[in-house]
């Protein structure tokens, strides 16, 4: 990705390279909520053999996310990130102590939704074979490119799966490790939260969703309850229903605007997305308005 700096004309910002994985690995640490949103748990997380670079947990999906930094380009993302995977999946116990001693929390085995863990790499750059090694529907894996500029600035960017349409699964049966995992870790998708919804509302959904890719960066992350549109943060969450959606809206209460009233408050009630304000609708005749609703979670999520 090229980075220009806005003058008379654009003058060309050169690329600054990382010289050592540990360059990345603290800037990341360093800024894990901010670039991911997730808590740091610990650093050089040394089991079996194994030496995770970062141990994370995400609160949202309360599951353990493992990240590993690559400057080489030399290695399989399928089978060391399955490879990490099972070996959380086979000491659970180990993984819940180093969050409770490093956090001074008590999390429980059964406070994890383990089927939610996922791992993370962080690179300069990958293959074209590695970018195609993740073209799975349901991979627990993800890719993120790290680029560094003179400017003192940094980008991270998810390397986005090409409209992946097989599952991972196609070729579990011919390795034990990503069977044994496949069977534990669960990656959802639209198709699946959409499976009971009839016709109108799955057109609903589309005819919203494609609204709100509309304003800026932001991204679809089918989460276990719900559909979640990311920009840094969740701004809205959307549960498709047989005859309608039901949708959150990441704000406190007090923080929206809601002169028609249409959002109920959900801040001392128990509910599934993020936010204090719950709305449900069957048709697209407020769809407008409660657009201008989503967009003050995004200017609020930019503050």
Same mark, same amino acid.
């Given at each position: ?27 990341? %640490? #360093? ?20 030496r995770i670079d970062t141990l994370a947990f995400d609160k949202e999906a309360n599951a353990f996310v493992i990240i590993e930094y690559k400057r ?8 060391? &990130? ?15 102590? /180093?969050?409770? /001693? ?14 939610? #863990? ?23 894996? %993800?890719l993120w490119e790290v680029k560094r500029f003179e400017n003192n600035t940094v980008s991270y960017e998810q390397i986005q799966k090409a409209g !992946?349409?097989? #599952?991972?699964?196609?070729? #579990? ?23 009971? !919804?009839?016709?109108?509302?799955? /057109? ?44 959150w809206i990441n704000m406190t209460i007090g923080e929206l605007d809601d002169p028609k009233g249409i959002t109920r408050d959900v801040s001392s009630? &128990?509910?599934? &997305?993020?936010?204090?304000? /719950? ?8 769809? %407008? ?15």
């Amino acid at each position: 990705m090229a980075l220009f700096k806005i003058e008379k004309s654009l003058e060309y910002i050169k690329e600054k390279p990382f010289r050592l994985e540990k360059e990345i690995q603290e800037l990341t %640490e #360093s800024n894990l909520k901010t670039i991911l949103g997730l808590d740091f748990v610990k650093s050089e997380f040394a089991l079996n053999n194994f030496r995770i670079d970062t141990l994370a947990f995400d609160k949202e999906a309360n599951a353990f996310v493992i990240i590993e930094y690559k400057r080489d380009k030399n290695f399989s993302v399928i089978d060391q &990130g399955y490879a990490y995977l099972s070996l959380m999946l086979n000491n659970k116990a180990d993984f819940i102590l /180093e969050f409770n /001693e490093n956090l001074d929390k008590t999390l429980k085995r059964n406070d994890v939704d383990w089927s939610q #863990s996922r791992v993370l790499f962080v690179s300069p750059a990958f293959t074209n074979y590695q970018r195609e090694a993740i073209n799975f529907k349901d991979l627990p894996i %993800e890719l993120w490119e790290v680029k560094r500029f003179e400017n003192n600035t940094v980008s991270y960017e998810q390397i986005q799966k090409a409209g !992946a349409q097989e #599952s991972i699964k196609t070729i #579990s049966k011919t390795d034990q490790t990503i069977d044994n995992v496949a069977k534990e870790i669960k990656v959802y998708s639209e198709e699946e939260h959409l499976e009971n !919804a009839n016709e109108e509302i799955k /057109e609903l959904y589309e005819k919203m969703k494609n609204a709100i890719l509309n304003f800026d960066n932001i991204e679809v992350k089918p989460k276990k309850k719900y559909i979640a549109f990311v920009s840094g943060r969740n701004v809205v969450d959307i549960h498709p229903q047989r005859k309608a959606l039901k949708i959150w809206i990441n704000m406190t209460i007090g923080e929206l605007d809601d002169p028609k009233g249409i959002t109920r408050d959900v801040s001392s009630t &128990g509910h599934w &997305g993020n936010g204090d304000y /719950e709305l449900q609708i069957n048709s697209d005749e407020d769809l %407008e308005y409660i657009l201008s609703l989503i967009k003050q979670s995004i200017k609020k999520n930019k503050k």
